[in-house]
């Protein structure tokens, strides 16, 4: 005989994990109570702090919540949604329906740890217990540890251990089975509005974003024919290489052991693209690494990960940043790359990197501005891979790129867009120029730019600094790493 549910009944609380199949938290809610409500609070604590009104992610968690509502609905149930401050939304709901615990899957930020410690001890305080799960990493926190007992730091040995650890049950499906589990939703009322909760509509399926667990399987069908490429691909803005899948693992609307499943499987068992899912496979692993990161170092959120750089006097220049926030640096990549961003909410990995490496190093300006910008606009952002990401453009963060090695623009420019196919998509001014002559446009012979149709500092701007110049510069401001606080330089 099966035995009694240890739950009458219990809430389950969705937040960065908008789908209902392979869920942690609901997987167990189902198993363990007699009846499962489910809900999702729009966030006012988050919301009411977003400065624009178009925002895409909330555009896509809007729509990813309806499809969530609707496959509940036609199990019985339904989505208790609330335009709220979850902290005091979860524990009154809890109160509501007078359910024992409420279930949820792990978050590794600090705001969201503090929330969650924060619904914890009301639900507490009222004989109701919070329970949560790992779901959106296939190792957390204390999983993976060095010899020392102490978190990796450095990538290279932390994946060997990710991979050296891996088994079957790392990645088997939280199946889950809504059957006869679900609430009643009958009186349920129906999710609010997009403009109900105070914001407008981004057009992102003529982006081609779609949100949902419809729109991840879409993108995640269509990666899958590629995968044998990605690890040639991946780096070429100009074509169709990576999976698009960001937003999707951001917002938990597929789950990350089915995709870790599928390149592991394919790495193993399917010779003709084992080479670009293993590549692959190592991007989902660093997600886990930062997540990680996080988790032990939050002070990584304000601070550089090595402290000695927080030493390091930026440039405090308005009119730089705006440039390079509006892509205007007169680097045609670097200027590419942010109108991608604006544009489109997404940015190609090599550009975030050349985008990030360019106001760090070129413009001098704090790494912390530049994190803050993408923050606002990446459709994907996701605190841990952002704040990572940035640091290691920067130099200052674990397992960084040395302080020296400064990419040059122009260089990544030929190497990864040689014919220019990116930047003549965003930069249309640029079009006409030849494929030698893209990259750099104040390079270019007079008449190159008068057959072109360009006028460097009408129909383009020139460069806003002089890379030599600033390389030279760079150095000199990195200087202070070396040397230990109020001491000489040791070399
Ligand atoms: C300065 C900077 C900022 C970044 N900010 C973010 C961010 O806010 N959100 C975000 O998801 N990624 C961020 N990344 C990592 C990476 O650029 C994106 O994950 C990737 O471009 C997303 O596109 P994709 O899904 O097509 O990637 P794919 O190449 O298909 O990779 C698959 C998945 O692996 C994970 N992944 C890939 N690269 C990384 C990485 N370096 N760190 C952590 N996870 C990774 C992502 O979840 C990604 O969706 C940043 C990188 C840099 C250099």
């Known amino acids: 005989m099966p035995a009694a549910p240890e739950f009458d009944s219990v809430l389950v609380w969705f937040r960065r994990d908008l789908r209902a199949e392979d869920h942690a938290a609901l997987m167990q809610a189902t198993r363990r109570a007699r009846r499962v409500h489910c809900a999702f609070v729009f966030d006012r604590e988050i919301l009411d702090a977003l400065p624009d009104r178009r925002d895409r992610r909330v555009d896509f968690i809007h729509g990813s919540v309806l499809e969530l509502d609707a496959l509940l609905r036609r199990a019985g149930g339904a989505l208790q949604v609330r335009h709220a401050h979850a902290r005091e939304a979860i524990p009154a709901l809890a109160d509501e329906l007078g359910v ?62 990710w991979l050296g650890r891996l088994d079957a049950s790392d990645l088997a499906p939280h199946v889950v089975q809504l059957e006869g589990r679900l609430s009643d939703g009958a009186g349920v009322p ?34 899958a024919k590629r995968i044998g490429r990605y690890h040639e691909a991946r780096d070429y803005p100009g074509v169709r290489g990576p999976s698009y899948l960001s937003v999707h ?96 909410g997404y940015m190609h990995n090599r550009l975030r990197m050349v985008a990030a490496s360019f106001l760090v190093k070129d413009l001098g300006i704090d790494w912390r ?78 008449e190159t730019l008068s057959k072109a149709g360009v006028t460097l500092g009408v129909d383009y701007p020139l460069p806003v600094v002089d890379h030599d110049a600033a390389r030279k510069a760079t150095l000199a401001r990195y200087a202070v790493v070396r040397r230990p606080p109020g001491g000489a330089a040791t070399t």
């Open 100 to 161: 024992q615990a409420v279930f949820a899957n792990h978050d590794y930020e600090p705001a969201a740890r503090d929330r969650d410690s924060a619904v914890g001890r009301a639900l507490a305080a009222a004989q109701r217990r919070l329970l949560t799960f790992k779901d959106q990493a296939i190792f957390e926190r204390d999983e993976l540890l060095t010899g020392q007992g102490r978190p990796y730091s450095v990538f290279t040995p932390y994946r060997n251990s």
């Open 190 to 223: 129906a999710v609010p509005t997009l403009a109900g909760i105070g914001f407008e509509p981004t057009g992102l399926r003529e982006l081609g974003v779609v949100p949902g667990a419809s729109g991840a399987r879409a993108a995640f069908e269509d990666f």
């Open 249 to 344: 693992l951001r917002f938990g609307t597929i789950s990350i052991r089915e995709l870790v499943r599928f390149a592991w499987q394919t790495r193993l068992a399917d010779a003709a693209n084992a080479a670009g899912a293993a590549s692959w496979l190592s991007e989902l692993i660093w997600r886990d690494f930062y997540f990680q990161i996080l988790h032990h170092h939050p002070q990584v959120v304000d601070q550089a990960f090595r402290p000695e750089y927080d030493r390091i006097r930026w440039v405090d220049d308005e009119a730089l940043y705006r440039a390079w926030c509006e892509g205007r640096t007169g680097y045609p990549l670097v200027d590419a790359a942010m109108l991608q961003l604006e544009r489109s």
């Open 369 to 446: 501005l530049g994190e803050r910008h993408f923050a606002r606009k990446l459709i994907d952002f996701d605190l841990s891979a952002n704040n990572g990401g940035w640091q290691w453009a920067a130099s200052s963060g674990c397992d960084a790129q040395p302080y020296f090695r400064i990419f040059n623009p122009v260089a990544q420019s030929r190497k990864f867009d040689p014919q220019g196919r990116f930047i003549r998509r965003y930069l249309p001014a640029l079009a006409a120029l030849p494929d030698r002559d893209v990259h750099a446009p104040w390079a270019a012979a007079p």
